[in-house]
């Protein structure tokens, strides 16, 4: 496979951009191998420089989930940019965004706009200080909640995949009130209750874990999570923003039916543009300025390219049968997975949720951060790369989830398996 343009771009990045990149798990650092500088998309598929074509699994990290360039979002987006690309003032667009959002999440009662989903856990983090007047926060190790300083501890995403305990630059006191514990431990969360727990503003979850490779919830843990943050007077926070909307249209909470007081959202809320939000019980979110005292801003926040990209994504996903085929998708490449390893002799373990699934190079089950680390990372190196060779564009890390989007076809996923057979027997090599 020709890899060319895309070297010589990357050596050219790096003397401009610090590692050739503007986000560190799109430099292949834990994969090896040259990042595919991509010029294009349609679908599920994506063009690298050097006109090598992929079946795309990365979907920009989770926000196409209609595929890329969607004529829908296309036609929404040169309409809205036609009246204007920002305003820094209200407009009708966002009420509009504001108002699906609360109908396929009921639990949201009030929602904020932002333009990320680190800003989008940042502010939820800070109302639920605000509000309940208390300062330690609980986190799961390997979940990522984006690059706010308390939250870059045991941080799964970039930070697990370059294998570093947390940043340089974060003071050891900004980070001393969170808390940590192996996601799907309840007990290790009733512990941390029985420590801290008139101090505890809230636990933070991705119900979903995506940062970690993807890790869904065993039975019962969003429950006693619920559970014990009602007892105690934490808020319970669920950061959607890769579940929201991917893994049931009101997110995981409506997938296993239970309810946190704030929700953040990000990726698909934003239909490929920068967008993000969080919202939740109206008695918390009036607490936000100018309502209330609890600050946050932002000059791009619900802006209109984004707001109508966000729009028009979430009434397309409105259509009877969409997350049907969304699972649908994802079963047949995570069980097809299943199938091909076994006659591989590879030891894996997949799942899937919804428009989401992921692997592992471990014979399972993988319930946390500790047990995904067990995988075995040279096995999945050699994966990915005979993968990207057969035109399969998985995410260059352990540590990430794979995206199916509403763009994957049949003979995709054919294809799909297919390179999958060979790549892992090239995996099943090493010892
Ligand atoms: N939050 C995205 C999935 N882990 C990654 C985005 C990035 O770090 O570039």
């Known amino acids: 496979m020709a890899t060319r343009k895309s070297r010589s ?15 560190p798990v799109r430099a292949f650092g834990s994969v090896g191998g040259t990042p595919r500088f991509l010029e294009r998309g349609k679908g599920c598929r994506v063009w690298d420089a050097d006109g090598n074509e992929y079946v795309d699994y990365v979907g920009s990290w989770g926000p196409l989930i209609l595929g890329h360039a969607d004529p829908g979002i296309l036609r929404a987006v040169r309409a809205a940019m036609a009246r204007g690309t920002s305003f820094g003032a209200p407009t009708e667009g966002e009420i509009e965004l504001a108002e699906a959002i609360r109908q396929a999440v009921p639990s949201i009662e009030r929602v904020r706009m932002v333009s990320s989903g680190t800003e989008a856990t940042m502010s939820a983090i800070r109302l639920a200080r605000g509000a309940t007047g208390r300062e330690r926060i609980l986190k799961f190790s390997g979940c990522y909640h984006g690059h706010a300083d308390a939250l870059l501890v045991g941080a799964g995403s970039g930070v697990a995949t370059l294998g570093i305990p947390g940043s340089p630059g974060v003071p050891a006191a900004f980070t001393q009130l969170t808390i940590q514990a192996p996601f799907n431990d309840l007990d290790a969360v009733a512990d941390a209750f029985r420590r801290w727990g008139d101090d505890i503003a809230c636990v933070i979850v991705e119900p979903v874990a995506g940062n970690m490779g993807c890790v869904p919830p065993t039975p019962g843990f969003l429950e006693g999570l619920r559970d014990l943050c009602t007892r105690s007077g934490a808020l319970l926070i669920f950061d959607e923003v890769m579940s929201g909307f991917r893994v049931a249209r009101g997110g995981a909470q409506e997938r296993y039916g239970v309810k946190p007081d704030l929700t953040c959202l990000g990726k698909v809320v934003g239909g490929g543009l920068p967008a993000a939000a969080f919202g939740g019980r109206a008695d918390l979110m009036d607490q936000m300025a100018p309502d209330g005292p609890v600050y946050q801003a932002g000059t791009l926040s619900g802006n209109p390219l984004a707001v109508a990209a966000g729009l028009e994504t979430l009434r397309r996903l409105e259509r009877p049968g969409t997350y049907e085929r969304l699972e649908k998708t994802s079963r047949t490449l995570a069980l097809g997975l299943a199938e091909r390893a076994l006659d ?37 190196r050699r994966f990915f790369a005979a993968m990207l060779e057969r035109g399969i564009y998985l995410p260059p890390s352990p540590f990430e989830a794979c995206f199916a989007s509403l763009a994957h076809r049949r003979a995709d996923l054919e294809r799909t398996l297919d390179a999958a057979a060979f790549a892992l027997k090239r995996a099943a090599r090493v010892d």
């Open 9 to 23: 771009l990357f050596a050219r990045a790096r003397r401009s951009i610090p590692g050739g990149v503007n986000s």
């Open 344 to 380: 591989a002799g590879v030891e894996l373990s997949t799942v899937w949720a919804g428009g989401m699934f992921g692997f592992f190079f471990h014979p399972g089950p993988v319930r946390c951060f500790e047990d995904a680390q067990k995988a075995r990372a040279e096995r999945f």
